[in-house]
């Protein structure tokens, strides 16, 4: 086995994941967009951040951990999935 030191196997899979994310920010620059909902409060303000008619759209990485940190979360404020790789098949319209 190439990786019987955990140690190495732990640095390969490191830097093989940074490699995979910076490929990833290059294809898709919206990946680092995060929107939240807040359902309770639609005009919830934060320092640094404000929610706007219960939305609150964030590239940045401190009000993202922010916002996470918030005593509200998994209550009233709810992180957003999208999935922006959305392909249409060949037998649906575009």
Partial sequence: ??????EKRRQFQKAYKRRWRAKQAKINPLRAFKIYLCVRIP???MP???????????SD?????RVE??????RSI???AL????????DEEE
């Fill in 43 to 45: 005009d919830l303000r």
């Fill in 61 to 65: 990485p401190e009000v993202q951990a």
């Fill in 83 to 90: 999935d922006l790789t959305c392909i249409p098949k060949e």
């Fill in 1 to 6: 086995m190439p990786y019987a030191d955990p």
């Fill in 69 to 74: 940190r918030h005593r509200e979360f998994g």
């Fill in 78 to 80: 709810f992180a957003l």
């Fill in 48 to 58: 640094g951040a404000s929610f706007r008619d219960s939305f609150l759209i964030t």
